[in-house]
């Protein structure tokens, strides 16, 4: 069928190219010209893995375009994803953009008699398409509720796993408030057989909501958990973790009974959930919760927690070495998790700051998200050297500190850097292979 998708970020660009994939015909929409540019020209605009040769695929085949003109592209179809950002401003909801497109569409809607289905697959709190989207609309067209169609079809992607995640999803959730978009939503996902979560608009935004809310909540419970077993001495969480994890209500089940190897789904403690969505939907929900009367304590100690997370890095490494005046500390993985560029809400950004503060001398890395850490970082990022050579960053630092579990960083356990503090922030390695370094963890006190 032939859709057009609104916003070409993360999202937007691998619904679209995903689903030209399955045989869609698609048209992507962006405010950016240089973005409708170069993906015309099959460059991809963000770093996925297998995005380019994906993207150069649908274009070869004709089914994937992009353009600025949000009606051109409306012309062509009855169905349209909005895909636009649903930043935080202090912590609330911005639908500034999803708003903006509704009014653009009703705008169509007002002069032609077609009947559309919009839907909104950004993330926006509960009773945002059937109120605030349904409403932009009806007052841009000055048509009633019966002449267009309304979705919500929240998207479980994962940065850096996104192709993958976009194909292989666990479920599919086509919220809709009438049979037509419900008929169009089915036809859109008809490729996949997975299950399919049919539900009203303010459902499915829940269930996005309570998705990350959940998984962000087992990261800080893990987190703390992992503070009291360093403050207790002789625990290793990591041992705590696996023993937990082999009950099955956190391990899922394959077909013949048995637990699937061990996969520790959001319960790997470190230095904090960062990214553009955990810290930002579950401050969302939380002042969603405050505006209906409610405490919303659950979310506030999630985020607090959080808050706190990244400091047990520099407080255990002080605390081991002393003052860090004038140390050579060098800070491996910027981005917020590995393959990905982006460093937004990136627990390195704090980590670097209190290290700068503490009047460190620090050098750092990452594979591809330096320009990015470079421009969120501001002017202070003049202080910190960025180097190409980690290796030999490493082993000319007091302190090693990886902040990001990038693969590239495995090597580090075979430099033998006897004299190194080495502070694993994200447990990728096991103390053992360490044996003979100064390794320093969460969760991990060393006597
Ligand atoms: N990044 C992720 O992994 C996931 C994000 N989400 C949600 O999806 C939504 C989009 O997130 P991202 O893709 O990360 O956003 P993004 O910020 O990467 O991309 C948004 C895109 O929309 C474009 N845009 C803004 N205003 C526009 C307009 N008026 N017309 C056309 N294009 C316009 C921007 O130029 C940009 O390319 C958010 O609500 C987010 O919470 C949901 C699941 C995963
Ligand atoms: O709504 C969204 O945008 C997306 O948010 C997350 O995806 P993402 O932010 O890309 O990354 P995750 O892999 O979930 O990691 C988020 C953060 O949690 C941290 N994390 C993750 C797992 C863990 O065990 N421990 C832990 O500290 C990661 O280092 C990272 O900083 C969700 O996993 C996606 O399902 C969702 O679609």
Not at 263 to 271: E, M, N, T
Not at 317 to 342: C, H, M, S
Not at 416 to 437: C, H, I, K
Request: charged letters at 25%; hydrophobic letters at 45%; aromatic letters at 6%.
């Amino acid at each position: 069928m032939r859709l057009a998708v609104v916003g070409t970020g993360y999202v937007g660009l691998v619904s679209g190219v995903c689903l030209a994939a399955r045989d869609h015909d698609v048209t992507c929409v962006d405010i950016n010209p240089s973005i409708v540019s170069r993906l015309n020209a099959g460059e991809p605009t963000i770093y996925e893995k297998g995005l380019p040769e994906l993207l150069e695929r649908v274009i070869q085949a004709g089914r994937f375009r992009a353009t600025t003109k949000l009606h051109e592209a409306l012309d062509t179809t009855d169905l349209v994803l909005i895909s636009v950002g649903t930043p935080s401003e202090n912590g609330v909801i911005d639908l500034r953009y999803v708003l903006g497109i509704a009014r653009e569409i009703g705008e169509y809607i007002r002069d032609h008699d077609r009947h559309i289905s919009v839907v909104v697959k950004s993330t926006v709190v509960p009773g945002t398409t059937d109120t605030a989207v349904r409403k932009a609309i009806e007052e841009a067209s000055g048509k009633g509720p019966e002449s267009f169609g309304l979705g919500m079809n929240p998207e479980f992607l994962r940065e850096g796993e996104a192709i993958e995640d976009f194909a292989y999803p666990d479920r599919i959730v086509l919220g809709h408030e009438d049979p037509q978009t419900l008929a169009r939503l089915e036809e859109l996902y008809a490729p996949w057989a997975v299950d399919k979560v049919r539900v009203n608009t303010r459902t499915a935004e829940l269930i996005k909501y309570a998705n990350n809310a959940l998984l962000a909540t087992q990261i800080s419970a893990i987190n703390e958990i992992a503070n009291l077993a360093a403050a207790l001495g002789g625990i290793d969480v990591m041992d705590v973790v696996k023993g937990v994890h082999l009950d099955k209500r956190w391990n899922p089940i394959t077909e013949n009974g048995r637990a699937a190897p061990a996969i520790l789904a959001y319960l790997v403690p470190g230095c904090g959930f960062g990214g553009s969505c955990f810290p930002k939907d579950v401050q969302a929900l939380r002042s969603q919760g405050v505006q209906q009367g409610l405490p919303m304590r659950m979310m506030n100690a999630v985020l607090d927690v959080n808050d706190l997370q990244p400091a047990q890095v520099t407080d255990i490494v002080a605390r081991e070495i002393g003052d860090l005046r004038g140390k050579r500390v060098v800070v491996l993985g910027l981005a917020f998790k590995p393959n990905t560029d982006d460093v937004r809400e990136s627990a390195s950004l704090k980590i670097v700051r209190a290290l700068l503060d503490q009047g460190a001398d620090v050098s750092a890395h990452d594979p591809i998200a330096v320009d990015h850490f470079r421009r969120a970082f501001g002017d202070d990022a003049a202080k910190v050297k960025f180097v190409e050579d980690w290796q030999a960053a490493a082993r000319a630092a007091e302190v090693v500190i990886v902040a990001t579990s990038w693969a590239d960083y495995k090597p580090l356990a075979e430099l033998g850097l006897a004299d190194t503090v080495l502070f694993d922030a994200r447990r990728m390695f096991r103390p053992a292979q360490f044996e003979s370094s100064r390794y320093l963890t969460i969760g991990r006190r060393v006597a």
